[in-house]
Protein backbone atom coordinates (compact mmCIF):
# COMPACT_ATOMS: atom_id res chain seq x y z
CA UNK A 1 0.00 0.00 0.00
CA UNK A 2 2.79 2.29 0.96
CA UNK A 3 4.39 2.02 -2.46
CA UNK A 4 1.14 2.20 -4.20
CA UNK A 5 0.52 5.82 -2.51
CA UNK A 6 4.30 6.65 -3.28
CA UNK A 7 3.64 5.66 -7.09
CA UNK A 8 0.70 8.14 -6.86
CA UNK A 9 2.45 10.84 -5.63
CA UNK A 10 5.87 11.19 -7.26
CA UNK A 11 3.87 10.12 -11.02
CA UNK A 12 1.50 13.88 -10.97
CA UNK A 13 4.68 15.42 -9.63
CA UNK A 14 6.85 13.74 -12.79
CA UNK A 15 4.24 15.14 -14.94
CA UNK A 16 4.03 18.42 -13.72
CA UNK A 17 7.62 19.09 -13.96
CA UNK A 18 7.39 17.49 -17.64
CA UNK A 19 4.82 19.79 -18.40
CA UNK A 20 6.51 23.08 -16.81
CA UNK A 21 10.05 22.41 -18.89
CA UNK A 22 7.98 22.00 -21.94
CA UNK A 23 6.39 25.15 -21.42
CA UNK A 24 9.31 26.67 -20.78
CA UNK A 25 10.99 25.58 -23.79
CA UNK A 26 7.61 26.42 -26.11
CA UNK A 27 7.72 30.10 -24.23
CA UNK A 28 11.60 30.77 -25.06
CA UNK A 29 10.35 29.57 -28.95
CA UNK A 30 7.48 32.13 -29.08
CA UNK A 31 9.51 34.74 -27.60
CA UNK A 32 12.54 33.97 -30.15
CA UNK A 33 10.37 33.62 -32.98
CA UNK A 34 9.57 37.61 -32.84
CA UNK A 35 12.70 37.87 -34.54
CA UNK A 36 12.80 35.32 -36.71
CA UNK A 37 11.87 36.09 -40.19
CA UNK A 38 8.46 34.98 -42.15
CA UNK A 39 8.02 32.30 -44.32
CA UNK A 40 8.63 34.24 -47.09
CA UNK A 41 11.57 36.53 -46.15
CA UNK A 42 14.59 34.25 -45.20
CA UNK A 43 17.43 34.45 -48.07
CA UNK A 44 19.49 31.73 -49.48
CA UNK A 45 21.99 30.38 -46.91
CA UNK A 46 24.92 29.58 -47.21
CA UNK A 47 26.92 27.39 -45.11
CA UNK A 48 30.14 28.50 -43.00
CA UNK A 49 31.29 25.41 -42.99
CA UNK A 50 31.19 22.22 -45.08
CA UNK A 51 31.29 19.59 -41.79
CA UNK A 52 32.69 16.79 -43.74
CA UNK A 53 33.30 14.86 -40.49
CA UNK A 54 29.23 14.86 -39.88
CA UNK A 55 29.20 11.35 -41.40
CA UNK A 56 30.85 9.98 -38.14
CA UNK A 57 29.00 11.87 -35.64
CA UNK A 58 27.50 9.70 -33.15
CA UNK A 59 23.86 8.81 -33.98
CA UNK A 60 20.87 8.95 -31.56
CA UNK A 61 18.34 6.97 -33.41
CA UNK A 62 20.22 4.83 -35.95
CA UNK A 63 22.76 2.37 -34.99
CA UNK A 64 24.89 3.94 -37.24
CA UNK A 65 25.36 6.07 -41.10
CA UNK A 66 25.32 2.24 -43.11
CA UNK A 67 22.43 1.33 -41.60
CA UNK A 68 20.41 2.68 -45.04
CA UNK A 69 22.26 1.62 -47.99
CA UNK A 70 22.95 4.34 -51.06
CA UNK A 71 24.28 2.40 -54.22
CA UNK A 72 27.32 4.41 -55.39
CA UNK A 73 26.32 6.72 -58.11
CA UNK A 74 27.16 6.15 -61.88
CA UNK A 75 30.71 7.01 -62.99
CA UNK A 76 30.74 10.76 -64.58
CA UNK A 77 31.38 9.50 -68.30
CA UNK A 78 28.98 6.96 -67.99
CA UNK A 79 25.64 7.06 -70.50
CA UNK A 80 23.62 7.04 -67.46
CA UNK A 81 24.90 10.14 -65.73
CA UNK A 82 25.45 12.34 -68.85
CA UNK A 83 21.45 11.44 -69.34
CA UNK A 84 20.55 12.62 -65.51
CA UNK A 85 22.89 15.82 -66.99
CA UNK A 86 21.31 16.10 -70.01
CA UNK A 87 17.58 15.98 -67.82
CA UNK A 88 18.55 18.87 -65.17
CA UNK A 89 19.41 20.65 -68.14
CA UNK A 90 16.17 20.47 -69.54
CA UNK A 91 13.99 20.84 -66.40
CA UNK A 92 15.66 23.76 -65.47
CA UNK A 93 15.08 25.37 -69.38
CA UNK A 94 10.71 24.76 -67.91
CA UNK A 95 10.80 25.71 -65.00
CA UNK A 96 7.19 27.08 -64.11
CA UNK A 97 7.03 30.16 -61.60
CA UNK A 98 5.60 28.06 -58.61
CA UNK A 99 8.98 25.83 -59.24
CA UNK A 100 10.87 28.66 -59.28
CA UNK A 101 9.42 29.82 -55.75
CA UNK A 102 9.27 26.37 -54.36
CA UNK A 103 13.69 26.70 -55.07
CA UNK A 104 13.64 29.88 -53.84
CA UNK A 105 11.66 28.75 -50.32
CA UNK A 106 13.93 26.12 -49.66
CA UNK A 107 16.82 27.41 -50.51
CA UNK A 108 16.13 29.68 -47.14
CA UNK A 109 17.64 26.72 -45.56
CA UNK A 110 15.30 22.87 -45.62
CA UNK A 111 16.09 22.59 -41.64
CA UNK A 112 14.63 26.41 -40.60
CA UNK A 113 11.50 25.74 -42.96
CA UNK A 114 10.76 22.70 -41.54
CA UNK A 115 10.72 24.45 -38.38
CA UNK A 116 8.75 27.36 -39.43
CA UNK A 117 6.00 24.31 -40.40
CA UNK A 118 6.16 22.77 -37.26
CA UNK A 119 5.47 25.77 -35.51
CA UNK A 120 2.81 26.72 -37.39
CA UNK A 121 1.18 23.15 -36.88
CA UNK A 122 1.72 23.68 -33.81
CA UNK A 123 0.18 27.22 -33.05
CA UNK A 124 -3.17 25.96 -35.87
CA UNK A 125 -3.93 22.87 -33.45
CA UNK A 126 -3.16 24.73 -30.07
CA UNK A 127 -6.79 25.35 -29.74
CA UNK A 128 -9.18 24.35 -26.90
CA UNK A 129 -12.37 22.10 -27.32
CA UNK A 130 -15.70 23.47 -27.67
CA UNK A 131 -17.82 23.03 -24.51
CA UNK A 132 -21.09 20.78 -24.36
CA UNK A 133 -24.17 21.39 -23.96
CA UNK A 134 -23.93 21.05 -20.33
CA UNK A 135 -20.80 22.96 -20.11
CA UNK A 136 -18.96 20.50 -20.01
CA UNK A 137 -15.49 19.80 -22.10
CA UNK A 138 -14.62 16.51 -24.29
CA UNK A 139 -11.13 14.89 -23.43
CA UNK A 140 -9.34 14.00 -26.17
CA UNK A 141 -8.29 10.53 -27.47
CA UNK A 142 -5.02 8.80 -28.35
CA UNK A 143 -6.85 6.21 -29.86
CA UNK A 144 -9.28 8.23 -32.15
CA UNK A 145 -7.23 11.47 -32.55
CA UNK A 146 -9.74 12.78 -35.32
CA UNK A 147 -12.40 12.79 -33.20
CA UNK A 148 -13.73 16.13 -31.12
CA UNK A 149 -11.55 17.39 -29.67
CA UNK A 150 -8.65 16.16 -31.89
CA UNK A 151 -5.87 14.99 -30.19
CA UNK A 152 -3.66 17.60 -28.80
CA UNK A 153 -0.33 17.21 -29.59
CA UNK A 154 0.36 21.12 -29.60
CA UNK A 155 -0.12 21.59 -26.02
CA UNK A 156 3.13 21.97 -24.31
CA UNK A 157 4.44 18.47 -23.85
CA UNK A 158 2.85 17.27 -26.90
CA UNK A 159 4.68 20.28 -29.01
CA UNK A 160 7.75 19.65 -27.07
CA UNK A 161 7.84 15.91 -28.39
CA UNK A 162 6.69 16.86 -31.89
CA UNK A 163 9.92 19.85 -32.06
CA UNK A 164 12.35 16.66 -30.32
CA UNK A 165 11.16 13.91 -32.95
CA UNK A 166 11.49 16.50 -36.19
CA UNK A 167 14.66 17.67 -34.87
CA UNK A 168 16.37 14.58 -34.19
CA UNK A 169 15.12 12.63 -37.26
CA UNK A 170 16.98 15.56 -39.06
CA UNK A 171 19.97 15.38 -37.26
CA UNK A 172 19.83 11.66 -38.16
CA UNK A 173 18.96 11.70 -41.45
CA UNK A 174 21.99 14.81 -42.36
CA UNK A 175 24.59 12.75 -40.51
CA UNK A 176 23.88 9.73 -42.87
CA UNK A 177 23.59 11.83 -46.12
CA UNK A 178 27.11 13.66 -45.14
CA UNK A 179 28.60 9.88 -44.41
CA UNK A 180 27.16 8.92 -48.01
CA UNK A 181 28.54 12.32 -49.51
CA UNK A 182 32.02 12.43 -48.60
CA UNK A 183 32.34 8.12 -49.21
CA UNK A 184 31.47 8.95 -52.88
CA UNK A 185 32.79 12.18 -53.72
CA UNK A 186 30.73 13.41 -56.40
CA UNK A 187 31.02 17.45 -57.16
CA UNK A 188 27.65 18.87 -57.80
CA UNK A 189 26.44 19.04 -61.51
CA UNK A 190 27.19 22.15 -61.76
CA UNK A 191 30.54 21.56 -61.13
CA UNK A 192 30.38 18.42 -63.93
CA UNK A 193 28.49 20.55 -66.97
CA UNK A 194 28.90 24.31 -67.27
CA UNK A 195 25.39 23.88 -68.50
CA UNK A 196 23.56 23.91 -65.40
CA UNK A 197 23.45 26.77 -64.08
CA UNK A 198 23.23 26.22 -59.61
CA UNK A 199 19.89 27.66 -58.79
CA UNK A 200 20.80 28.00 -54.83
CA UNK A 201 23.97 28.91 -53.41
CA UNK A 202 26.97 26.36 -53.85
CA UNK A 203 29.94 25.48 -51.96
CA UNK A 204 33.03 22.33 -52.35
CA UNK A 205 30.07 19.97 -50.77
CA UNK A 206 29.66 16.84 -52.37
CA UNK A 207 26.45 16.18 -54.28
Given amino acids: ?9 RAPRRLASAALAAAVAL ?6 SRSIPTLEELTPQTANNDD ?6 KMILLSGPTQFTVAPPSAVSSDAYQA ?3 AIKTAQANLTQ ?3 DAIDYWSGGAVLRWNQIL ?9 PPAP ?6 PAPDANNPFADPAFPFANPPYSARAYSYVTAAQFEALKVAWYYKYQYNRPSPSRVDSGIQPLMPTTDLPS
Fill in 84 to 86: ELA
Fill in 98 to 100: AQK
Fill in 52 to 57: AGAGSW
Fill in 119 to 127: RELVARYNL
Fill in 27 to 32: AGVAAC
Fill in 132 to 137: RDDGSY
Fill in 1 to 9: MKNESTRTI
